[in-house]
């Protein structure tokens, strides 16, 4: 989307003037890429880093320090990206990037565990998927912010990217007031007392003996396991298909196209005449319906169920990109296509925010258990910072290749992934860690008994063809 080239071009500018004070000689253009691509992507390097750490700190210290701990780093990275044009250093804007990205990758691992496991069965679908809303707020007020009314100008960019330190503090002052979350005191820590503790400060006091047992029920079941590795993860066969899943919905929020149609967005605005002045505000608009969408998630959720406003959802986003493959194939002979095209890519955002985006992560807390969350979430946060850096990288050349026909090799993708959510993830709306995972394993058994089946039906096959 445009709001953020204004900004680039500020940034550009001082890097290049910064090295020309210090060389008296103006950056050749591919350096000045190559500087700018690192600053990009180093953000990245330092998200899949900031995840793989996440699991050995949170399994150790628990998610409520860690939480407290990664705020103290995103405020000194505030910090240092805020004084950068002072100091005439773009160094430290490339390495509040990258601190920024272990931050990024920390807390998008630690803060969906942290949010379910605190929360009660009835509202623990709302909780999972705030991550989503929080996410598109942040997209929201970073637009607003960026705007060349508030600090996307020429003097005010370094305020704009120190901006990120406010929720840091706001969360750093306030968290402290909160327990650790039960399930880890209890199975992770043995402190009954602290569980209860901690269930009555977070959901008032009353009897909370059912969701007690649900977590002794988990405890008892995983009681040889204090905490699984990432290996032990993926070498168990009674966690294959959560595995599967979990690998099927992140690689489909990188592979849905959402990258795709906010690439295009200010291309199909230009196209339909609009004033460049105004598409920032549009844009914005654009942010505000993912934002609006991911509020109705968060309230749907535990009507609806997390599989089916996934599948769904990818199923209407699938439909949106074949109709905004067709509309932008046609823009250049009708103009009408244009406003067509407009319009299609807010119900793609909206079908976005309302399905993957804020489902995804309700269903990656709820498939596994305590001893397996962890490991998990680092696999599911690698392949995810992996992924955003593989299409960051590949994606202008398939704009280049394909033009807007790129959008049905995302829509194949989605398509794909309908199927294989619609037959292999039950539903988790209302059940307790246990009941799921017994879900999983009648599947996966189901599936062990029917090859093993076939195998002994080919074999019968195969003796009495050679008798």
Not at 30 to 40: A, C, G, N, Q, R
Not at 313 to 331: C, H
Not at 401 to 426: D, E, N, Q
């Amino acid at each position: 989307m445009d709001f953020p080239r204004i900004k680039i071009t500020h940034v550009k500018r001082f890097i290049n003037e910064t090295w020309l004070e210090r060389y008296g000689s103006p950056l050749r253009q591919k350096t000045l890429m190559l500087l700018w691509s690192f600053i990009v992507s180093i953000y990245g390097i330092g998200g899949l880093l900031g995840c793989l750490c996440s699991g050995y700190l949170t399994t150790k210290y628990g998610k409520k320090k860690c939480l407290m701990c990664n705020n103290l780093l995103i405020i000194a990275t505030a910090f240092l990206m805020g004084f950068s044009k002072m100091a005439k250093s773009f160094e430290m804007v490339l390495c509040g990037r990258f601190f920024y990205g272990i931050s990024a990758g920390f807390c998008m691992t630690i803060h969906p565990q942290y949010a379910g496991e605190v929360s009660p069965k009835k509202l623990r679908g709302f909780a999972n998927s705030s991550a989503g809303f929080f996410w598109s707020l942040g997209k929201v007020l970073g637009q607003i912010m960026g705007l060349s009314e508030f600090l996307g100008t020429e003097s005010l960019w370094p305020l704009l990217m120190a901006f990120i330190g406010i929720a840091a503090l706001i969360q750093l002052v306030t968290l402290p007031f909160f327990p650790e979350s039960p399930p880890y005191l209890l199975i992770q820590k043995d402190d009954e007392e602290g569980c209860l503790k901690a269930m009555d400060k977070l959901w008032g006091e009353m009897d909370h003996q059912a969701e007690l047992n649900d977590m002794k029920e988990e405890k008892a079941a995983t009681k040889s396991i204090k905490s699984m590795s990432i290996l032990q993860v993926m070498k168990d066969p009674s966690l294959r298909w959560q595995l599967y899943i979990l690998v099927t919905v992140i690689i489909v929020m990188q592979l849905c196209g959402i990258n795709a149609v906010y690439f295009y967005t200010f291309e199909v605005l230009c196209t339909a005449g609009f004033e460049e002045g105004r598409i920032p505000y549009i844009s914005l608009g654009v942010g505000l319906c993912e934002l609006f969408s991911t509020i109705l998630c968060t309230i749907t959720i535990e009507r609806f169920g997390r599989k089916t406003l996934l599948w769904k959802g990818y199923a209407m986003m699938a439909l949106v990109l074949v109709l905004l493959t067709i509309t932008l194939s046609l823009q250049n002979k009708y103009n009408w296509m244009s406003f067509c095209s407009v319009i299609l890519i807010f119900l793609f955002v909206f079908f976005f925010g309302i399905g993957p985006c804020g489902a995804t992560m309700s269903i990656m807390v709820e498939i596994f258990n305590q001893s397996s969350r962890s490991s998990a979430f680092v696999i599911g946060g690698c392949l995810n910072w992996a992924g955003l850096f593989v299409v960051g990288m590949i994606f202008p050349f398939i704009v280049e290749s394909l033009g807007p026909f790129c959008f049905l090799i995302f829509m194949g993708v989605l398509v794909g992934s309908v199927i294989f959510v619609y037959l292999f993830l039950p539903e988790t709306k209302g059940k307790s860690v246990t009941e799921i995972t017994e879900e999983f394993t009648k599947l996966y058994s189901g599936k062990k008994l029917s090859s093993i089946v076939r195998r002994k039906f080919l074999e019968e096959h195969m003796s009495y063809t050679s008798f």
